[in-house]
């Protein structure tokens, strides 16, 4: 019996189902891997948004980690919520012990613009957590939060890139996802010497929740599958264009993109 590869996730707990770890465990299902978690946070979160935020103490997030590492071992890893500088500074540590592919999704804000990390960890993120990335994916608005710049065109994504790349990641997917006048979702992934822009349809479909966890987890099992990063990125971007295009509703606001729609049937 062949073992499946072991992708792990570092983040918190959606309770909607949507986003977070909950996602990443899906996403990772539906792509061929065994996923594993550190639960760095628990939140009350549905449809409508977060109704609280506890964060996880750095001893427990270290002793889940130390816990599935030691004994297990995974292939690639994927960080989202940390939420605060201790939690940034535990887990970059721990990373920092590997030698596996590491994905950062440097989670600021949720979908319905709740905030997941404090203003006072982004240091933390810059210096300590970003260098050990593999590949860092953050979308417009967390590439503000890190590095001041407003991206409002392609060429700006560039200048994103570089700034984000400064801080120490082997690669930058930069997500344009919410890049305003154009007709298609644009990413742009460079390691600062290639550079490859990544297009897809943009669907009418606000069920959106979990994009950006589903898409890191994504590259993170395609990783741990043995792709170059270029490959995973690839892969990661066309199974999250089918998983918004087949979002469906949920409760009363934002519904969840459909982790299983390749199952299904779907987009």
């Not at 590997?98 to 989670?107: E, I, K, W």
Request: hydrophobic share 45%; net charge negative; with cysteine.
């Amino acid at each position: 019996m062949q073992t499946p590869p072991r992708v792990l996730t570092v983040a918190g707990s959606d309770s909607g189902g949507g986003a977070g770890i909950q996602a990443d465990l899906k996403t990772m299902l539906a792509l061929g891997t065994h996923g594993m978690s550190v639960l760095t946070a628990v939140t009350a979160q549905n449809s409508r948004g977060v109704q609280g935020a506890w964060e996880l103490p750095a001893e427990a997030v270290r002793a889940q980690f130390r816990s599935v590492v030691d004994d297990i071992g995974v292939q690639a890893v994927k960080t989202g919520m940390l939420a605060s500088p201790e939690l940034v500074e535990t887990v970059a540590a721990l990373l920092a012990e590997l030698t596996v592919p590491v994905v950062v999704d440097p989670v600021g804000v949720s979908k319905h613009g709740d905030a997941l990390l404090a203003a006072t960890a982004l240091d933390a993120v810059r210096t300590k957590l970003l260098p050990t990335a593999t590949v860092a994916t953050p979308n417009l608005d967390e590439v503000a939060q890190l590095t001041g710049l407003r991206t409002a065109d392609e060429s700006g994504m560039r200048r994103a890139a570089d700034a984000v790349l400064a801080f120490g990641p082997r690669w930058a997917l930069i997500k344009g996802g919410h890049l305003p006048g154009t007709a298609d979702a644009v990413d742009l992934l460079t390691d600062g010497a290639e550079e490859h822009w990544l297009r897809a349809p943009r669907h009418d479909n606000r069920h959106t929740h979990g994009t950006g966890c589903t898409l890191a987890s994504a590259v993170a099992a395609r990783l741990a599958h043995g792709d170059t990063v270029p490959q995973a990125v690839t892969a990661a971007k066309e199974y999250v264009t089918g998983a918004l295009a087949a979002g469906f509703r949920l409760g009363g606001g934002i519904g969840p993109v459909d982790h299983g729609w390749r199952w299904r049937g779907r987009a």
